[in-house]
């Protein structure tokens, strides 16, 4: 295996990392520009950060069951509830940003999927082969 320059790797970071993720007034500037296409930047953000954290807190209980011998009891599933319900939170912080109501997001999903699999099962290689416009 190749030996990785570390510092070649910094500057390729460097070098394919966006003005807005690395600058102050550009990251203030994109801001702007998102305020002025009515994007709730504050709520997304709350949405999107928030998610991601309670979803790796959700993750590690199931990591720590599965592969570290934490029990499946009452207790590690109210954990596990709790911490799904601080992920409907967010969800519905993102449903605010976004204009948009729980009903409409799970009515776009079943769409989605019903297209994807059109006989109603699961199905390997359409979820890995995708057709153009299936995000």
């Not at 007034?25 to 801001?31: D, G, I, T, V």
């Not at 709520?43 to 928030?50: N, Q, V």
């Not at 590690?76 to 976004?98: R, S, T, V």
Request: hydrophobic share 40%; net charge negative; proline share 2%.
């Amino acid at each position: 295996m190749a030996t990785i320059d570390t510092q070649k790797y910094i500057e390729f970071v460097r070098q394919t990392t966006s003005a807005a993720s690395t600058d102050y007034a550009a990251f203030l500037s994109r801001l702007t520009e998102l305020e002025t296409l009515d994007c709730d930047v504050p709520r997304l953000l709350t949405a999107a950060i928030g998610m991601g954290a309670e979803a790796g807190e959700f993750t590690e209980i199931v990591k720590k069951i599965i592969f570290q011998g934490k029990p499946y009891n009452q207790d590690n599933i109210e954990h596990l509830k709790i911490e799904l319900g601080d992920i409907l939170w967010y969800a519905a912080q993102a449903c605010m940003a976004l204009d948009v109501t729980f009903e409409e997001v799970m009515e776009r999903n079943y769409k989605k999927l019903s297209a994807r699999y059109p006989e109603g099962s699961f199905d390997v290689y359409r979820s890995e082969n995708r057709v153009e416009g299936d995000l």
